[in-house]
């Protein structure tokens, strides 16, 4: 039935041409000549170029012929066979030779055959694949262009499913006209062909095997030759195919088109058709059927193979009475989940009874109002999930459902931390009590942002304010979001420590403030100490400013030590005393801030009237000085000073003077002390010299002596500023009394005590009435004036 074509014959029209010479080089070439000597570099190459390196072997047709190497197009040049791009020197006016010698590349039988079309330059083509040239310097470029062919063919299948055919099963039509030869052909590059098959009777064309190049709809296969392409056509045997139902009349689909039983087909061997019996379904006498079974024992909606029968063949689908069973909700309108599925477009089923079949309800569910809702029971008390065996009697099932309210708790911050009635819920969360359940919510006060930051509540989007909040769960999706408002620590430092006093407006209990909250900022200075300046997110030398809390911020305010005086600063040298006044000849205590560089003690026995350059005057006299420091200086006050009241005036090492007012009265008893455990014990001693202490108390009858100064006048009148001689005795010239609890005693003795200066003893004994067995209190009373209390230990 196939012969074979002349197809070929397009492939020698330009063989017959390269015996043409001279003749045609002639008339083509134009050039100016030239004096030999000159050169010009000439490239001679192919269009289009094929790869040399790898050399891929092209398989041919019929398979069986050897393949050919086809490594690049081949030209000669002057005798020389070339496959790849050339570049030669060309003495300018000398003549040369371009042959394609084989116009048909590799050979005519290739799947992919190149043929020389002509020679190309800047000066023309020529169809003659022989040529020559002169070398001409305006000619640099000599392209040998061939065009491409590709093989072409159909095979045709000689099986129909699992046997020969056993004839030809049809007839395939290019471009609408029948091919009488199927084997290879060529064709241009880019050529479209269609094919279509049309089977012989008793046969059917089952499709065309998918390939490259190939474009199937249908029966029709369009092929765009850009390679070789054999085209596969597929036939198969028919079958006669009855499709019925039981009982018949009933409806079904075939190959998605609706029919009713009986339909007759004529299908191929092995052929695949979708095959649907519908179920349940209503009949014209209004009976409900549902599928039961098909003869072949496939589903109700099956994919049907159909047999390599050479008898006719019968597919019935069997039908049995259905029960009409109904699903609902209340409310209604909400989904379920029936035999898997939860598309249904009705929720009434007509089943065959005693068939079994599942349905469910979900937990929650939302409806197309965006309400949630929480499933409650089945009508008939089963679980969500059930599986029903159909009664003979139709039935209603109804699943409940109970509306949820949607609460959504958020916070401009990620992930925080609130409790919903007490349970955790990270932000966002979700919860879903039923409708109009009260909720308490609780979110942490503050939350920390780094070492100087922190996140506090500010409120929440309701308009509620910090704290928790209650509301009722909504039947509608709602959101709450709990407000935070960043706080910046506000970190102040003095330096030196207490040189001076803040003042923040407005004022934070913990330092931090609202990040858009403006701080005025002051300091005052304590005594000694003078404001210099700012530093950190401060600067200026006035002593005050303003900061922004957009950030954590740090101020520092730096001070200046100054010399100071205040107002009581001479008191007793033993310590304060009722008496604020001070007496002549007593050693006295001036106490101030930045007195002094440093401490220095006199060490010489006489006292000197400087240390550290510091002096001490009063009316132009300068006192002798036990010591001096920063904040303490001691010194003698002389005998002889009018009473009443005085003015003293402190000269600093660098001139600075500082004066202050204090009183001057005859008697200003005050007692030393040492203290233990935080009580101020007398400095008192037995008769043997040794110190009364806690472990070593006073006893009764022996005779104390106690260490004090500020006694008021001696007879002779005490030394300025050297230490009083061992003899004569310098008796306190005033009555001098000693009380040790409610008992009163009279000194054996009260003087001014030798080999110090400004210091004096009272002596006396612990006689009868004296307290006994632990602490008493004491004091000393010289002219009626009381000193200092003090405490005794007594066994």
């Not at 001279?22 to 004096?35: D, E, K, N």
């Amino acid at each position: 039935m196939f012969g074979r074509s002349g197809a070929q014959s397009g492939l020698k029209r330009n063989v017959v041409a390269r015996l043409v010479l001279a003749a045609a080089v002639i008339g083509w070439l134009a050039f100016t000549p030239q004096a030999y000597g000159q050169s010009v570099m000439v490239t001679v190459s192919t269009s289009p170029i094929l790869p040399t390196n790898p050399c891929t072997p092209t398989p041919v047709i019929p398979p069986t012929n050897p393949s050919p190497v086809v490594c690049g197009l081949r030209f000669v040049v002057d005798g020389q066979v070339y496959n790849s791009t050339q570049t030669f020197s060309w003495a300018i006016g000398s003549m040369h030779s371009l042959v394609v010698a084989t116009a048909v590349q590799p050979n005519f039988t290739a799947p992919t055959v190149y043929t020389f079309q002509d020679w190309s330059s800047i000066q023309g083509t020529s169809i003659s694949p022989e040529l020559w040239v002169v070398a001409n310097a305006g000619v640099t470029q000599y392209t040998a262009i061939f065009a491409i062919a590709y093989s072409f063919g159909v095979t045709v299948t000689d099986t129909c499913g699992s046997v020969p055919c056993g004839g030809v099963p049809g007839t395939i039509l290019l471009n609408g006209t029948p091919m009488t030869y199927l084997g290879a052909q060529w064709y241009g590059a880019g050529a479209v062909l269609v094919l279509t098959a049309v089977p012989t009777l008793g046969y059917s064309f089952t499709g065309w095997t998918p390939g490259a190049n190939q474009v199937i709809a249908g029966g029709a296969d369009t092929i765009t030759l850009g390679a070789p392409v054999t085209a596969i056509a597929n036939f198969t045997k028919i079958v006669p195919v009855t499709i019925d139902s039981a009982p018949t009349g009933l409806r079904m689909v075939i190959d998605s088109v609706p029919t009713t039983a009986p339909v007759a087909e004529t299908w191929g061997w092995g052929s695949v058709h979708n095959v649907a019996a519908i179920t349940p379904q209503l009949d014209l006498a209004g009976n409900w059927w549902a599928f039961s079974s098909w003869t072949n024992g496939g589903a109700a909606n099956q994919i049907y193979t159909v047999p390599q029968s050479f008898n006719p063949v019968n597919l019935i689908a069997t039908f049995v009475p259905a029960t009409v069973i109904a699903f609902r909700t209340s409310p209604s309108g909400l989904n379920l989940t029936v035999d898997g599925r939860s598309n249904w477009i009705t929720w009434s089923f007509a089943w065959a009874a005693g068939t079994t079949h599942t349905f469910s309800a979900p937990a929650t569910q939302t409806d197309a109002q965006g309400n949630l809702w929480k499933f409650t029971g089945w009508s008939n008390g089963g679980t969500a999930a059930q599986t029903l065996t159909v009664p003979s009697k139709s039935a209603i099932y109804t699943a409940s459902y109970q509306q949820l309210g949607q609460l959504t708790i958020a916070s401009n911050l990620p992930s925080v931390s609130v409790s919903v009635n007490g349970t955790s819920c990270p932000t966002p969360c979700t919860v879903n009590p039923p409708v109009g359940t009260p909720l308490t919510i609780s979110a942490p006060a503050s939350v920390p942002a780094g070492a100087n930051s922190r996140q506090d509540l500010l409120g929440w989007s309701t308009g509620a304010g910090p704290g928790n909040l209650t509301i009722a769960a909504p039947a509608s999706a709602t959101t709450v979001t709990a407000n935070y408002h960043l706080m910046n620590r506000l970190t102040t430092a003095i330096i030196p420590a207490g040189a001076g006093t803040w003042n923040l407006q407005p004022g934070s209990p913990d330092g931090f403030y609202d990040y858009r909250t403006v701080v005025n900022i002051g300091v005052s200075a304590v005594p000694g100490y003078q404001f210099s300046n700012w530093s950190g997110d401060l600067n200026g030398i006035a002593p005050f400013g303003a900061v922004l809390m957009s950030q954590p911020r740090s101020v520092t305010a730096l001070f200046r030590a100054v010399p100071y005086l205040p107002s009581d600063a001479v008191t007793n040298g033993a310590g304060p005393t009722p008496s604020s006044a001070v007496a002549p000849g007593s050693a006295i205590s001036i106490f101030g801030a930045n007195l002094a560089d440093q401490v220095q003690v006199n060490t010489a026995t006489s006292m000197p009237q400087t240390l550290d350059g510091v002096t001490v005057s009063i009316g132009g006299r300068l006192l002798p000085l036990y010591f001096v420091s920063p904040g303490q200086i001691n010194a003698q006050l002389p005998a002889d000073v009018p009473l009443g009241p005085s003015i003293l005036l402190v000269t600093t090492p660098e001139q600075v003077q500082l004066t202050t007012n204090f009183t001057i009265a005859q008697d200003a008893p005050g007692l030393f002390t040492l203290t233990s455990n935080g009580k101020a014990y007398a400095i008192a001693f037995h008769p043997d010299g040794t110190l009364v202490t806690e472990a070593s108390p006073a006893k009764a009858g022996e005779v104390l002596t106690l260490c004090g100064t500020g006694f008021g006048p001696t007879t002779p009148a005490r030394p300025e500023g050297e230490a009083v001689p061992s003899s004569p005795s310098y008796g306190v010239n005033d009555p001098v009394g000693v009380q040790v609890g409610t008992a009163s005693f009279q000194p054996q003795s009260a003087y001014a005590m030798p080999g110090a200066v400004g210091i004096d003893i009272v002596q006396f004994a612990l006689g009868s009435g004296a307290p006994s067995g632990g602490d008493s209190q004491l004091t000393v009373t010289v002219n009626q004036v009381v000193s200092n209390t003090v405490l005794l230990p007594i066994q």
